[in-house]
C-alpha cells in the first residue's frame, strides 16, 4: 500500500520569503501525484498534479512542485509567498490518478505566513 | 458549475442517532469516494464507489454504510452515531484515472 508523509506540521514564512513544502511517498510503481490546498472551514482545492512526462509542474500563481523518483519526493515550492497562501497544504498519492481506491494523503502541513 | 455539492453541512448529533449525508456531483463521474478528515491525521478513505450500484470498503469503514443508487448520488450513512464520528466529511468524485474532486465538507458533532 502507498503512503505519504509530510515530514513538517507547521511552517512559518515571512511575506515575500519564499517556501518549500517537502512530500516523500512510498509507492512500488511510478505514482500519481498531487498537491491540494485547503482554507480554514473550506473543501479542498486542486493545486497541481503529476501524471506523467515533464516532472517539473506549475500553476499559474506561481507554485511549483518536482516529481524526482530517486527520492521519492514531490516538494511544493513558491518563490515569494503571499499572505493568502496561508491554508493547510495535503500531498497525495494516487494509483492511475484516483484509480478505484481514491488518494492517500499526508497528514498536511499548516502553512503560516508572518507580515 | 456546482461540481460536488454535500448536505447538510453542519449537523449536531446525540451518540446514537442516525443521519445520512448526501453527496451529489454534476460532472458525470464514474467515482465516488467519501473520506473524513480529522487534525492531525489528514484525510482518510471511508468508503468509495466506482459505480452505480456498487461500493467497496476504505481505510476506516467501520460504523458507516454507503449507498450508489444513482450515478450522480453517494449517501453517507451512520446508523448510531458515536462521539468518535465526530469529524469533517468530504465527499469526493473522480473519472476513472484523473482527478479527485472535492465537495466543501459537512461538519458533524457528535454530543
Known amino acids: 500500500a502507498q503512503s505519504v508523509t509530510q515530514p513538517d506540521i507547521h511552517i512559518t514564512v515571512s511575506e515575500g520569503a519564499s517556501l518549500e513544502l517537502r512530500c516523500n511517498y512510498s509507492y512500488g510503481a511510478t505514482p500519481y501525484l498531487f498537491w491540494y490546498v485547503q482554507s480554514p472551514g473550506q473543501g479542498l482545492q486542486l493545486l497541481l498534479k503529476y501524471f506523467s512526462g515533464d516532472t517539473l509542474v506549475q500553476d499559474i500563481k506561481g507554485f511549483e512542485a518536482e516529481f524526482k523518483r530517486s527520492q521519492s519526493s514531490f516538494n511544493l515550492r513558491k518563490p515569494s509567498v503571499h499572505w493568502s497562501d496561508a491554508a493547510e497544504y495535503f500531498c497525495a498519492v494516487g494509483i492511475s490518478g484516483g484509480g478505484a481506491d481514491g488518494l492517500t494523503f499526508g497528514k498536511g502541513t499548516h502553512l503560516i505566513i508572518q507580515p | ?111
Request: hydrophobic share 30%.
Open chain 2, 1 to 111: 458549475n456546482a461540481g460536488v455539492t454535500q448536505t447538510p453541512k453542519f449537523r449536531v448529533l446525540k451518540t446514537g442517532q442516525s443521519m445520512t449525508l448526501l453527496c451529489a456531483q454534476d460532472m458525470n463521474h464514474e467515482y465516488m469516494y467519501w473520506y473524513r478528515q480529522d487534525p492531525g491525521m489528514g484525510l482518510r478513505l471511508i468508503h468509495y464507489s466506482v459505480g452505480e450500484g456498487t461500493t467497496a470498503k476504505g481505510e476506516v469503514p467501520d460504523g458507516y454504510n454507503v449507498s450508489r443508487l444513482k450515478k450522480q448520488n453517494f449517501l453517507l450513512g451512520l446508523e448510531s452515531a458515536a462521539p468518535s464520528q465526530t469529524s469533517v466529511y468530504f465527499c469526493a468524485s473522480s473519472y476513472p484515472g484523473n482527478t479527485i474532486y472535492f465537495g466543501e465538507g459537512s461538519w458533524l458533532t457528535v454530543v
